[in-house]
């Protein structure tokens, strides 16, 4: 069965600190995984998208690594804003026919 | 600018009732999406379209209907409302469909809140 699952569900950091977000997944097979973020009452927006070739791709404060191997992804933020503050989806796609798994999301507060 | 709306944004209703949410996109993508979103549980897919007249089912397609008349729009269709159709609704968009890979970035439109008394 075809899955993402994300870790944790959620997390508090505190304005300036760091963190890493991650996705495991069992979709294959495997064509790409892209990183939303999701502000609260808004839609979905991408930061990244990762291929299977990719192992890393950088969108500013936010970088995300992939393993297809282990199939894992992370998303790492680095010096939190209060701005970071939102749901972050991991998201994954297969070849052959429309198959996108979204996984639950990992709910970011970031505290002053 | 190019952009995706939904209305309305908020609805209340009672069971039993049909309800129509409008999405409208103006990138012209051939690609549209309706996912409900639901505590605990990541976006699920409604219904999508390639196309004008082209519609297909998604994993959660029981109770819902869509039609695409033209690129624009995809309505969202729930023919009787069941308190277990209390959600969010995501309109989403993208530009071209590729059988054998989904690279296409999807754009989502900002969401209705439905609640099914």
Known sequence: ?112 | DAEITQSPRHKITETGRQVTLACHQTWNHNNMFWYRQDLGHGLRLIHYSYGVQDTNKGEVSDGYSVSRSNTEDLPLTLESAASSQTSVYFCASSERRDQLRSYNEQFFGPGTRLTVL
């Open chain 1, 1 to 112: 069965k075809n899955q993402v699952e994300q870790s944790p569900q959620s997390l508090i950091i505190l304005e300036g600190k760091n963190c890493t977000l991650q996705c495991n997944y069992t979709v294959s097979p495997f064509s790409n995984l892209r990183w939303y973020k999701q502000d609260t009452g808004r839609g979905p927006v991408s930061l990244t998208i990762m291929t299977f070739s990719e192992n890393t791709k950088s969108n500013g404060r936010y970088t995300a690594t992939l393993d297809a191997d282990t199939k894992q992804s992370s998303l790492h933020i680095t010096a939190s804003q209060l701005s970071d503050s939102a749901s972050y989806i991991c998201v994954v796609s297969g070849t052959g026919g429309f198959k996108t798994i979204f996984g639950a999301g990992t709910r970011l507060f970031v505290k002053a």
